[in-house]
């Protein structure tokens, strides 16, 4: 049984408890975060944690813990949790929710206790292997809200999307908004159009990923032409090459778009490219060189 943190103390999973009255539970009313620890060291602590902050701000809540104590919980919950598949990969989940008001009200309570509450997982190891085959995704139109930057736990909208494109055979969705390309229903979106890496600019229609952030970083590194800007649909059906990027998955080739194969159909010569700079960038990581 896996230990989580709740509210200040460390409990088995099965004893975790909140209240209905929990904001998160009745309005999700909080938002979340999703960090990757490669051998026990967390990829880009600061940026989730700079992330969170204003995430908490977004929704004017005020950040309950001191980025030590996130720190701190975080790295007892890692001791705490080895692995069961001897892998040594894992991930954090953390939630912050407005907490437990006396009654169900839209409007905040007046007395605030946020509930904090993280969990870490077993992240399967993901290698350039494993992700070259790539994977078939399909455009959808964006439903959901105005303010995608905020990392809600809200997910209705994005959960629909992925089920839609589950229901269809395909691992993802790709969002359109207005003819314009945003983000995955769990990942941020590139292109690979007349040899540009191409991803859609941040602000209300996405979330900031930090794997997006860095994957940007690492091409500027290695002389990849990449330019954030709005792409359409059309572009992007023309795209030599079409990625994911999340966190938990990395960097995911997709080579079949709309059930017709993305250029040829396979991985493709960027995506080889930029997926060895990132593994190297965990290899780095993992012997204590933060990133
Ligand atoms: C909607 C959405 N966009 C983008 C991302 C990628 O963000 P990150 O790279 O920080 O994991 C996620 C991650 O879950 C997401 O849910």
């Not at 909140?18 to 975060?33: Q, T, W």
Request: hydrophobic fraction near 40%; proline fraction near 4%; aromatic fraction near 6%.
């Amino acid at each position: 049984m896996s230990i989580v943190y709740l509210n200040g103390e460390y409990l088995p999973l099965d004893q975790a408890k909140i209240s209905v009255l929990d904001r998160g539970f009745l309005f999700a009313d909080g938002v979340y975060e999703v960090i990757p620890a490669y051998g026990g060291h967390l990829l880009r602590m600061q940026e989730h944690m700079r992330r969170l902050e204003s995430n908490l701000q977004a929704i004017r809540l005020q950040n309950p813990l001191s980025e030590s104590q996130w720190q701190q919980i975080i790295q007892k919950l890692l001791t705490e949790n080895p692995n069961q598949g001897g892998g040594e990969d894992k991930y954090v989940y953390l939630q912050v929710t407005r907490g437990v008001a006396a009654k169900r009200n839209h409007a905040f309570p007046e007395e605030i206790k946020q509930t904090v509450f993280l969990m870490v997982n077993e992240l399967a190891p993901v290698d350039k292997e494993k992700l070259r085959p790539g994977v078939a995704a399909i455009t959808l139109d964006d439903i959901r809200w105005k303010a995608c930057h905020v990392k809600s736990i809200a997910l209705l909208g994005n959960i629909l999307l992925r089920q839609q494109a589950h229901d269809s055979g395909a691992a993802e969705a790709i969002l359109i908004n207005e003819g314009q390309v945003t983000e995955g229903a769990a990942s941020n979106v590139f292109a690979v159009i007349n040899d540009v890496l191409v991803t859609a600019p941040t602000g209300p229609r996405l979330l900031p990923g930090i794997t997006r952030d860095l994957v940007i970083e690492l091409a500027a590194e290695h002389n990849i032409a990449c330019e954030e800007r709005d792409f359409s649909e059309q572009e992007l059906l023309s795209a030599s090459e079409i990625w994911f990027t999340s966190s938990t998955k990395e960097i995911l080739p997709v080579v079949k778009l709309n059930g017709k194969p993305v250029a040829n159909g396979q991985s493709g010569p960027i995506w080889e490219k930029m997926i060895d700079i990132y593994q190297a960038c965990k290899i780095k990581l993992r012997s204590g060189e933060s990133r």
